[in-house]
């Protein structure tokens, strides 16, 4: 039996409860009082820094204090967690060493079942010790033990708020950096101070997304538990500040077209044009720079596929969620020991190789998360072979992707560039005093000039940043194919982008936003659309009486 620290046994007080001996803790209080909080929220000491907004993240032990300071005119992402006295931490030292040495391996698959089993060993060890905690006391144990044993350590606050982008630790004793969905970057209160610890921190990470980092392979891209997009480094052999760790928030549920027409990333009318270009299978390009929402706006956009269509898709991380039964998720795969002649791992699945798996799967739609090597020549021989193909690329407008695509290291020909029917560039954009996203530019490929060899373009829609507003120049190729292929007339296509552009409308009225009641209304409209269309009717007539 581990033996309870020295410097904590004086504080603990024989008593008798039912007649039998017992220990109680008895905590020294730093200010003499006998607050029962567990979480006191702090006072802000210096004048210049005021509090923005203060949010619970876990009632009542931890919450995130947004403040701003006046004097470096920057925000800061204050995290704040019970705090222990030197006694309650030497306690919770001896609970977790007892805990690595009794904690048996066990198949949990149930969040509650989990922290359940947690606090039973715990209260066990307690038994054991014979000690009984004020209440106040138990509880902030309890918290600590199931943030490092169940949660994500340090980190567990930032990772449990919602409203965190990315995630940065760029080394040892620097302030983790946040980047807030509301105010943009900013420095968190949460340090690495110990070398030791940071660089235990990114191993542990690393093996609960079923990973491995060491020195001899010192860099990871991975997939954390929850659906965290992670890239982390170990040591100071990559970079000279000490391991480090980037960690890209995703959504629970993904966000669907109607958060983008919410968000006025979209208009309704774009929106109306995307659906109807992805039901008919016209291949997209979706460009714009670092954390614009490419992959974000991708899987919005994919469930407007049919639902009977079959989906292949193909990612280094897992992002993508979709409700279509017809889908088949590919990951490439990381190998192990020494590369080989041709730069490969033993073991090692690339995306090149998962593409050529891919179409023996005869896809209807083929989407892979990123293109940037060889595999992009595979996708555009897809479309060029009549493929529906969807995919992301860094490139902040048309000319730059192009110049990337024939150049090292994709060195595609002109004539494939030609197979992509539509590029939507996307980026991040300020409006008034706030960072929001917006689709900058849909633009149609023509085609390729044969005796210029120039790529052929129109701008369908264009974004207008004097007044936030979307323009559409008067003709769209796509609605000219699309007419042509189903024998409608220029007013029949009309009509139909204005049908959809009303149900869309009625979908953000109504505040459906869930990517499963999402689909079910759009293939609703593709089996039965006068259905939906006098549902839709009704609505805005009983609204416009109102």
Not at 444 to 463: F, S
Request: glycine share 6%; hydrophobic share 35%; charged share 30%.
């Amino acid at each position: 039996m581990a033996a309870i620290g020295d410097k904590i046994k004086d504080k603990f007080k024989d008593i008798t409860v039912n007649g039998k001996p017992k220990k109680i803790y008895m905590p020294s209080q730093k200010d003499g009082s006998k607050s029962n909080e567990i979480t006191p929220i702090p006072k802000i000491r210096e004048e210049s820094v005021k509090e923005i907004e203060t949010t619970s993240v876990e009632e009542p032990y931890s919450y995130v204090r947004i403040l701003y300071d006046n004097k470096t005119n920057e925000y800061i992402y204050e995290v704040i967690e019970p705090e222990l006295d030197e006694d309650e931490e030497a306690l919770l030292e001896t609970v977790k060493d007892r805990l690595i040495d009794d904690l048996e391996l066990v198949e949990i698959e149930e969040k509650e079942e989990r922290q359940k089993y947690l606090a039973d060993k715990v209260r066990e060890i307690f038994k054991d010790l014979d000690i009984r905690l004020r209440p106040v006391s138990e509880k902030r144990i309890h918290y600590y033990i199931k943030r490092d044993f169940l949660g994500f350590g340090p980190i567990h606050v930032i990772m449990n708020d919602v409203n965190p982008e990315d995630i940065s630790c760029d080394g040892v004793g620097i302030p983790i950096f946040v980047f807030h969905r509301k105010y943009g970057s900013m420095k968190s209160n949460v340090v690495f101070e110990d070398e030791a610890e940071l660089d235990n921190f990114v191993i542990w990470i690393a093996q609960r997304s079923g990973k491995h980092i060491s020195v001899a392979d010192p860099m990871l891209d991975a997939t954390m538990p929850d659906g965290s997009r992670l890239q982390e480094t170990l040591g100071t052999h990559v970079t000279q500040k000490g391991s480090s760790f980037t960690i890209r928030r995703f959504e629970e549920e993904p966000y669907t077209p109607i958060n983008l027409i919410h968000f006025k990333t979209f208009n309704p009318e774009m929106m109306a044009y995307a659906w109807i270009a992805i039901e008919t299978g016209q291949s997209m390009l979706i460009c714009g720079g670092t954390a614009s929402g490419k992959t974000t706006t991708l899987n919005a956009l994919l469930l407007f596929i049919p639902p009977q269509m079959k989906i292949v898709s193909i990612e280094d991380t897992r992002e993508l969620n979709l409700p279509h039964d017809n889908w088949v998720p590919l990951l490439t795969r990381s190998g192990f020991g020494e590369t080989d002649e041709s730069g490969k791992k033993a073991g090692e699945i690339d995306m090149f190789e998962l593409l050529q798996a891919a179409l023996r799967q005869r896809p209807q739609y083929l989407m892979v998360g990123e293109v940037r090597g060889a595999e992009a020549y595979v996708v555009f021989q897809a479309m060029a072979t009549g493929k529906s193909a969807y995919t992301t690329f860094h490139a902040d407008d048309v000319q730059t992707m192009v110049n990337r695509m024939e150049n090292d290291p994709i060195n595609l020909p002109r004539a494939l560039v030609g197979a992509l029917d539509i590029v939507l560039l996307q980026g991040k954009v300020k409006v008034g005093t706030k960072m929001v996203r917006r689709i900058k530019a849909i633009t149609e490929v023509v085609g390729v000039d044969p005796d210029t060899n120039e790529l052929i373009t129109n701008k369908a829609y264009t974004w207008n940043p004097a007044d936030d507003s979307f323009n559409y120049s008067g003709h769209s190729y796509v609605y000219s194919r699309v007419a042509q292929q189903k024998s409608w007339t220029s007013r029949e296509m009309e009509k139909e982008v204005k049908r959809r552009k009303m149900v869309l409308e009625y979908m953000d009225n109504k505040g459906i936003t869930n990517y499963r009641d999402f689909a079910h209304i759009t293939s609703s409209y593709y089996r039965d659309k006068a259905s939906v269309m006098e549902m839709v009717r009704e609505y805005l007539e009983e609204e416009g009486r109102r």
